[in-house]
């Protein structure tokens, strides 16, 4: 009796573990170095799939059920243990369970700038971070490429491991996608749900996970890229720069802000620069009419532009001179300034002023 005892102690006839940690994702067996006996009973549960390893060598792989281990269930590990005619003998060999439920809410971050090629701002460098989900779906090269000959590997250190492997797949496949930074800044939501499918090609191709969702919470791109951003966003609610342009001056003109000397430089090119843009000058396109406005007829390529004329009130011209209003009016009623008097107003071109400044 005491021998039959002794015996039973060095074989394992029921193998099977129940995990309550929630955060295990793969545990061997600890067999204390027994062998496992001929038909031992296998349990596995929902969730688990066991996985025999033989000396290094990736065995059978059994999913949810009780199983009874012979050699008919058990095929690659007869072969390896050399059971040609299905010797019913004991056998040493490692169990590992392997959790396939889906492990949510894991970080991932960029520690270092991902260096992008953009078709509008050239190479620039972002940082992103977000969530993930994600699943194991191939027990052999999760074992193999990830988790290794660990006993209890755990979430934390499969964070610590993947983290940086999953910026790397992350990094390559945003490169390749060649999506622009405009929309990597502002759509999270569909950019993530775009990198899912490439992601998961690599992740399953690699370590034999798959991702089930991936989030990305924010994408923070360089300072002289967001006032770029800015500048583009500003101009496209502008519009019209003619008329943009020609409605500042025009603001100028009646506060009696700006300068005399910049006013005429301001608003000459200004109204240039629209009225090429209007004409399809520099490559571009003719400019659409605007609601409430008459187009006008195309100007001759050959055609000179007419002159701009900029005619200022006496204030302004003070204001440029340093001088007081009424000295301006002094010199305007002598003739040493010329000027033209509308009703009561005068008015001053700046030409004029131009030539007194020079006498």
């Given amino acids: 009796m005491a021998i039959m005892d002794f015996l039973n102690r060095q074989f394992i006839d029921v193998i099977e573990w129940v995990d309550d940690s929630r955060d295990t994702l793969s545990y061997r067996f600890p067999d204390d170095d027994k062998q496992i006996k001929n038909e031992a009973q296998l349990i596995v ?26 050699t008919e269930n058990i095929p690659i590990l007869g072969d390896l243990l050399g059971w040609k005619y299905k010797f019913q003998t004991p056998f040493k060999a490692d169990v590992y ?23 509008d701002f050239g190479v620039v460098r972002v940082r ?12 052999v090269k999760f074992l193999k490429e990830v988790a290794g000959t660990d006993h209890h ?25 060649k ?11 569909e950019l993530g749900d775009a990198l899912l499918a490439p992601l ?14 991936f989030v990305v919470e924010n994408v923070s791109v360089p300072p002289e890229l967001e006032q770029a951003i800015d500048k583009r966003g500003a101009m496209t609610a502008i519009g019209n720069l003619n008329d943009y342009v020609k409605y500042n001056m025009g603001n100028a003109l009646a506060e009696g802000k700006a300068g005399t000397a ?36 195309p100007v001759a390529a050959t055609a000179p532009a007419a002159p701009t004329i900029v005619l200022m009130t006496p204030e302004q011209v003070a204001e440029a001179l340093g001088v007081s209003p009424a000295d301006v009016l002094q ?7 010329k000027g033209r008097k509308i009703g009561s107003q005068w008015r001053v071109p700046q030409a004029s002023l131009d030539e007194f400044l020079k006498g």
Wanted: no cysteine; glycine share 12%; charged share 20%.
């Fill in 45 to 70: 549960r929902e969730s688990q799939i066991a996985q025999f390893v033989y000396v290094g060598q990736f065995a059978d792989t059994l999913g949810p059920g009780k199983h009874t281990l012979k």
């Fill in 179 to 189: 999506v622009p930074a405009l929309d990597v800044a502002t759509r999270y939501s």
């Fill in 128 to 139: 992103a971070f977000g969530t993930y989900d994600f699943k194991i779906v191939d027990t």
């Fill in 97 to 119: 369970y392997v959790i396939t439920r889906v492990f949510t809410g894991n970080k991932w971050g960029t520690s270092n700038p991902v260096m992008l090629r953009d078709a």
């Fill in 262 to 297: 910049g006013i005429g430089a301001e608003l000459a090119a200004g109204l240039a620069m629209g009225q090429s843009m209007m004409q399809g000058g520099m490559g571009g396109a003719p400019a659409a009419s605007q609601p409430g406005m008459v187009p006008q007829a």
């Fill in 331 to 337: 010199e305007l009623e002598a003739g040493n300034l």
């Fill in 200 to 213: 998961n090609e690599a992740m399953r191709e690699k370590y034999g996970l798959e991702m089930t969702s």
């Fill in 153 to 177: 590997f755990r979430l934390d250190e499969f964070n610590d491991v993947m983290r940086s492997r999953i910026v790397s797949v992350f990094s390559e496949t945003l490169a390749q996608a």
